[in-house]
């Protein structure tokens, strides 16, 4: 959201997409607003009930965790899920 809404850390973002593109990694972003897969739902539904977290940002943390990915964020919440997923900080 930073990179399409150009917020101060679209260029770090931006760095990010072309380094993923270049080494042909995947990026992926977590969508809630559609079905969900259970295995996402319900470790989206463990990190609510865990931190104070809103259920869209449960929902990104899950994806990162399913796929073993890092999760780029500036938003301060993903601190507390640090020490089950890997946070790149914007």
């Not at 930073?2 to 850390?9: F, R």
């Not at 809630?32 to 319900?42: F, L, R, Y």
């Not at 899950?62 to 919440?77: F, I, M, P, S, Y």
Request: proline letters at 3%.
């Amino acid at each position: 959201m930073s990179y399409l809404q150009g917020e101060p850390s679209a260029e770090k973002v931006a760095d990010i997409i072309a380094d993923a593109h270049e080494d042909n990694v995947p990026l992926l972003m977590s969508v809630v607003n559609i079905d969900a897969e259970w295995d996402i739902a319900h470790e989206a539904g463990r990190f609510k009930a865990k931190n104070k977290m809103s259920f869209a940002d449960c929902f990104a943390a899950a994806l990162a965790l399913q796929r073993k990915a890092h999760l780029v964020t500036d938003d301060a919440e993903f601190k507390q899920v640090e020490p089950d997923i890997s946070v790149i900080w914007l």
